[in-house]
């Protein structure tokens, strides 16, 4: 009887584990979705206000969040010496453009068609003054007393 027992808690033990293994497994292999108001906050960005990369000038490239004048300026040079973009993602190929500054660009630029974006869109990062991360002041660090 004892080894009955045993064999049964044994088996019982690697089924739980292998569940939860494979919860877990699944929980990695499906595919995450946006959230619904950034999806619909993306579109209505696109909707109203897009910028043709091919076609717009350093100044106009300085409206996009997180591009200034030097990376604007890039984007024309790359584009003189290589050819207009074939794809909105090919503005990653310009040194300054990364994977994170084009995600907030994306929803604003276009290969196509006509620009309509007429002033410069703000990133929404909180940054202090000389554009650094906000510090804690002096008196904050001291310990009380």
């Keep these: 009887m004892k080894s009955i027992r045993r064999i049964t ?3 019982t033990s690697r089924l739980a ?3 939860t293994l494979g919860a877990v497994f ?3 292999a499906m595919p995450v979705q946006a959230a619904p108001a950034a999806e619909k906050e993306a579109k209505d960005a696109k909707k109203g206000s897009a910028l043709n990369i091919n076609s717009a000038d350093a100044t106009q490239l300085a409206f996009l969040p997180r591009i200034g004048p030097s990376v604007a300026q890039r984007i024309v040079d790359y584009r003189k010496k290589n050819g207009p973009f074939k794809t909105a993602d090919d503005l990653m190929l310009v040194q300054g453009i990364g994977e994170k500054t084009y ?3 994306k929803p604003y630029v276009t290969v196509s068609g006509e620009s309509s974006l007429k002033e410069k869109v703000k ?3 909180a940054k202090d003054k000389k554009g650094g991360k906000a510090k804690e002041s002096k008196a904050a660090k001291e310990p009380a007393g």
């Design 123 to 125: 990133s929404g990062k």
């Design 26 to 28: 699944l929980s990695f």
């Design 103 to 105: 995600q907030l660009i």
């Design 17 to 19: 584990l292998g569940l």
């Design 9 to 11: 808690g044994n088996v």
